[in-house]
């Protein structure tokens, strides 16, 4: 199939014709886009977070192709996007007053809720679950097209199953193109990790995957306690280890985020971390491979999370074979979401200096 690209970005200045022209041509792609999803068919879209790939969430027809289009483990349950908190009615008629002060206080933005949902919703979006999962983005051009196709959009990372998740359209271009319908060109995206996935479905809320909204915020709006998925504390591949609880969100236990090289991970004092990585860096270009240092920093986290993704990607462009990349500190809770993709992306190989 041919991928269409179309063009949703706005030129930075220029005069008032351009701008109208380019504002037409938004327009016109956010129709094409909106056409092609009531199709049933499925185009990537821009968020703050990462890429999404949009199919109707109610029509399982749509959710299949966006499994296939991925080679995502059917099991694996989408995130719907609305753009209208009045979008929740077809989707759970379980909000309560907790999730209500929440997408206060976070939406449009990172935060996704886990409801009970409703018999309208498939299976085939959920993963056989009796919950959905439900985020608002903070994306202009895909809330239009979310209002403009009147849609509930399913979007999973727009990404193959398993690598890093794409920060950039270019990234969803090299991973998707001719399998799916569409890619709406946008800018890069702003946070670059995942949203927070919070289940509401039980009497404490429960973070199931850390993002950039963190517990503590999420805290200080709910008054109350909020809970971690003991799961997220598994340093470890499960199947190493028989009796370690099983993640909560099934998506969670997958292997994940990984380039094509080997990673590993340095964690320990700032300094003595940067003079073992040059000292490995050395030792693997006298044994002849390509090897790149990722060197995150404590005091700019969200450059850390901006930027991950799209540099291990990066390695894999340059057929870098050897990572070596720095820790960042996961007693903040930031640094913790982004510690749970780097514990991923390098197989859980962490080396204490
Ligand atoms: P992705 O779409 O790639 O960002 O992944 C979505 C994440 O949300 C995966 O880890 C899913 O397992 C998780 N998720 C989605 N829906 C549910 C649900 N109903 N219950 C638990 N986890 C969910
Ligand atoms: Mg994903």
């Given amino acids: ?6 063009d949703v970005r706005l030129p930075e200045g220029g005069s008032p014709e351009e701008l109208e022209a380019a504002r037409t ?14 199709r049933g068919g499925l185009v990537a879209f821009p968020t703050e977070t990462v890429y999404g790939l949009g199919g109707d969430a109610l029509n399982p027809d749509a959710a299949r192709k966006i499994y296939a289009a991925k080679g995502r483990p059917s099991d694996n349950p989408l995130i719907v996007h609305i753009a209208d908190e009045r979008q929740l009615d077809v989707l759970t008629d379980k909000v309560s007053d907790t999730a209500k002060k929440l997408m206060k206080a976070f939406w449009p933005g990172p935060l996704t809720m886990i409801f009970d949902k409703l018999p309208g919703v498939p299976d085939g979006t959920t993963g056989g679950l009796q919950t959905v999962a439900v985020r608002m983005p903070d994306d202009p ?4 097209l979310i209002r403009e196709s009147g849609l509930c959009i399913a979007g999973p990372s727009a990404n193959l199953s398993g690598g890093p998740s794409p920060t950039s359209w270019t990234h969803v271009y090299q991973d998707l193109d001719g399998r799916i319908d569409g890619i709406l060109q946008s800018g890069e995206s702003r946070v670059g990790i995942e949203s927070t996935v919070l289940d509401l479905t039980g009497e404490v809320p429960m973070v199931l995957r850390p993002g950039w909204i963190t517990p503590e915020q999420i805290a200080e709006i709910t008054g109350g306690k909020v809970e971690m998925d003991p799961a997220l504390f598994v340093n470890r591949q499960r199947d190493e280890a028989a009796g370690d609880p099983a993640p909560k969100a099934p998506g969670m236990k997958y292997k994940h985020y990984a380039p094509k090289g080997e990673m590993i991970i340095l964690q320990g004092e700032q300094e003595a971390v940067r003079r073992e990585a040059e000292r490995i860096y050395k030792e693997k270009i006298a044994e002849g491979k390509k090897v790149e240092k990722l060197l995150f920093s404590d005091e700019n986290l969200a450059e850390a999370a901006h930027t991950l993704f799209a540099e291990l990607r990066r390695c894999d462009e340059e057929n870098v074979e050897f990572i070596v990349a720095s820790a960042v500190e996961a007693s903040d809770s930031v640094g913790f979401a982004i510690m749970n993709r780097m ?10 200096v």
Avoid: D, F, P, W
């Fill in 141 to 144: 051009v895909t809330l239009a």
């Fill in 25 to 38: 041509r938004v327009q016109a792609s956010i129709a094409e886009a909106s056409e092609i999803l009531k």
């Fill in 1 to 6: 199939m041919e991928t269409k690209l179309l």
């Fill in 343 to 352: 514990l991923k992306s390098a197989g859980y190989h962490v080396v204490r």
